[in-house]
């Protein structure tokens, strides 16, 4: 009997399954929003921008590792958002992880990857905090990690200027030449294929014959990778089934044995330490930590995640879309000094792309959780 | 004594000076359902989550299989097989089927850090456990959401009864379904008690509890008025005993409905 219904229920499967075309089930992904919303952006500076160096080797450089470095918190905030919580103290984290590398390597002397070790430890302090003060008390994590915001711009503040008596920490340079891990955040990748684009001549030179883009930014290496690896975390492994299940239904999820406790914790966790990978990246590449760097990066990274289709009530949402969300922003305010708009619009049009993407999001996430 | 899957001896429960349960019995036998009927306030809901570890009895004794044992936790009373399908289901709308299906117990392959949820085996058993209770799952990566309530009601059952669930206690699974939907989740309770499980059906609707109970507690005020056989006991009876009988009339028209589908 049980053979029967089986093949029964094969063979209806089937019958439906051939009616879901693969466009169809591209179009239920929560990603669709931002993926077109991409494609549009770079049409629209493809016809105002094409022929102004926008998208040379340089140009594209450019724009990708400003997407980069919002990419790297945005992967990391997506998750969490789709776990359910906010996390408002990434910006703060930036800052704190900077003077967490720089004080120590400049004032006391330890090794660069023994502050850079130091500072990943903070981060992971940090995120244990804010997710243990949300998990034990039942507050919203609005409140709990806005109050982290102020707690760790200020500390950031307070401790630069008693140790340093300034607000910036200049000097990292020359430390990065020789230490066994900073490359890890601050070497261009691939620099043999664009040294040999140069000499072929496809890609624009220096005076002195090297390329101008000399290789991909580890910055654009680490938003590829993080948001690969998000991706398989949240639809390959157990894991991600509890940040859906977290973020959908906290209780359900509790009561069918999902440690939610310890996902949002990790999730915390995440959102802190990418938000110290980006501060590596900055503060290598800039060579000075300065105590307001990140200012308003969570908010930047909350958008990115939203345009990439995260629902602000958890549940719902993808890596790869929030990778999305973090392009389009980085090539719009890239791409707006390509054209004759005046740059002070920008904010204008995040805030104008940020509510279209969302009513467009709601209309797909209707179809795919109320279609019968 | 030792054909009873599980037995409630004497359960009290107080809330400081409050009498919640006073003096509970109820026996469960394989392949029986068992009603609990009551209306609003007569202590349903404390007993169920004194049945499913949530409270610890102040006073009385819980034995599963022939053993005295104390839950601790809900955790404990699932070990011991003992599960709880409460009113929300516990099922996230945004989430697919297979995901509900095997959420907190997702089955996996590889080993150590690169161990992966087998999404196309918890595919194929939730599709294949579904499709058992004749509902067709269009396609198991489709939303929860997209389901209607008795659907729902049959996945959370189908799904306690995988994970090896021996006694399915179940909070009101009807009240909230229309006639029709009502009949395919009673179909399906009595499906799952012929295959050996004790089940434990906690509602206020004497017409849906009738023709699928073998034998029937009623709970007034957090004392129980006895267990009856349902040979022992007539629909009226059984409705003059409830407090919330005078639905009466209304109810007639589903009555007949459900005699229908059960014959």
């Known amino acids: ?59 594209t450089i450019n724009f990708l590792e400003v997407s980069a470095n919002l990419g790297i918190i945005a992967v990391a905030a997506a998750l969490l958002m789709i776990g359910g919580e906010f996390d408002l103290s990434v910006g703060s984290m930036i800052g704190f992880a900077g003077i967490c590398i720089a004080i120590p390597a400049i004032y006391w002397g330890w090794p660069l990857w023994m502050s ?18 949300v998990v034990r008390t039942g ?147 800039a060579g000075s930590a300065d105590t307001m760097r990140g200012f308003l990066k969570e908010l930047e990274a909350i958008v990115a995640a939203v345009v990439g289709g995260c629902l602000l009530t958890g549940g719902y949402g993808s890596a790869i879309g929030a990778a999305f969300g973090a392009l389009i922003f980085g090539t719009v305010s890239m791409g707006i000094y390509y054209t004759d708009v005046d740059t002070d619009w920008f904010k204008v049009f995040l805030g104008v792309m940020m509510l279209i993407a969302v009513i467009f999001n709601n209309y797909i996430r209707r179809r795919v959780t109320e279609n019968k | 004594m030792s054909d009873n899957l599980i037995e409630f001896n004497n359960i009290s429960k ?49 034995i599963v299989e022939g053993k005295k044992t104390i839950f601790d936790s809900p955790r404990d009373a699932l070990d011991m097989g003992i599960a709880t399908v409460y009113q929300d289901l516990a099922l996230v709308s945004l989430m697919s089927v297979t995901r509900n299906f095997f959420m907190g117990r997702e089955p996996t392959k590889g080993f150590g850090p690169f161990k992966t949820f087998d999404i196309n085996r918890a595919n194929t058993i939730a599709s294949e456990r579904m499709g058992q209770i004749g509902i067709d799952v269009r396609d198991p990566s489709q939303a929860v959401g997209t389901m209607s309530g008795g659907e729902r009601q049959c996945l959370a059952i189908s799904r306690a009864i995988y994970f090896g669930a021996k006694v399915l206690i179940l909070d009101e699974p009807t009240s909230a379904l229309g006639v029709h939907q009502a009949s395919v989740v009673l179909k399906y309770i009595v499906k799952a008690a012929s295959s050996g499980l004790g089940v434990i059906l906690i ?39 409830m407090a919330g009988g005078e639905e009466l009339d209304k109810l007639e028209v589903e009555l007949k409905e459900i005699d229908r589908i059960k014959n």
């Not at chain 1, 995120?127 to 243990?132: F, K, L, Q």
């Not at chain 1, 680490?222 to 690969?228: D, L, P, S």
């Not at chain 2, 359902?33 to 009551?38: D, E, H, K, Q, W």
């Not at chain 2, 004392?223 to 003059?240: A, I, P, Q, Y």
């Open chain 1, 1 to 59: 009997m049980s053979t029967k219904s089986k093949s029964i229920q094969n063979k209806s499967s089937d019958e439906r399954l051939r009616k879901v075309s693969k466009l169809k089930v591209l179009l239920n992904r929560p990603e669709l929003g931002a993926l077109g919303g991409s494609i549009l952006v770079f049409i629209f500076f493809g016809i105002i921008a094409g022929d102004t160096g926008m998208f040379s080797a340089y140009g």
């Open chain 1, 116 to 133: 850079i070790l130091f500072a990943f430890s903070m981060a992971v302090l940090v995120g244990y905090a804010n997710g243990i003060l």
């Open chain 1, 139 to 285: 507050l919203p994590s609005f409140i709990v990690t806005l109050a982290m915001l102020f707690i760790l711009r200020g500390a950031t503040l307070a401790i630069t200027r008693l140790i340093t008596g300034r607000t910036q920490i200049p000097g990292l340079r020359v430390l990065v030449e020789d230490d066994p891990i900073a490359w890890i955040f601050s070497a261009d990748a691939f620099q043999f294929v664009f040294t040999w684009l140069g000499s072929l001549g496809l890609i624009e030179l220096r005076q002195d014959g090297t390329p101008l883009a000399t290789g991909i930014p580890a910055s654009v290496i680490w938003w590829i990778a993080m948001t690969i690896f998000a991706t398989w975390l949240l639809m390959k492994t157990r894991y991600g089934n509890w940040i859906f299940a977290s973020g959908g239904d906290k209780l359900g999820a509790r009561n069918v044995g999902v440690p939610v406790g310890k996902v949002k914790i990790s999730l915390f966790i995440g959102t802190a330490v990418a938000a110290t990978i980006y501060a590596c990246v900055q503060v290598l590449d």
């Open chain 2, 14 to 62: 107080f809330f400081g000076s409050v009498i919640a349960l006073k003096d509970v019995t109820m026996h469960i036998k394989r392949g029986q359902i068992m009603c609990l009927l009551g209306d609003n306030g007569a202590g349903k809901s404390t007993l169920i989550k004194t049945l499913s570890g949530v409270h610890k009895p102040d006073e009385g004794e819980i």
């Open chain 2, 203 to 241: 509602t206020h609707n004497v017409h849906h509890a009738y023709p699928v109970g073998n034998s029937f507690t009623i709970l007034n005020r957090g004392k129980s008025m006895g267990t009856f056989d349902k040979k022992n006991l007539s629909r009226e009876k059984l409705l003059g005993m």
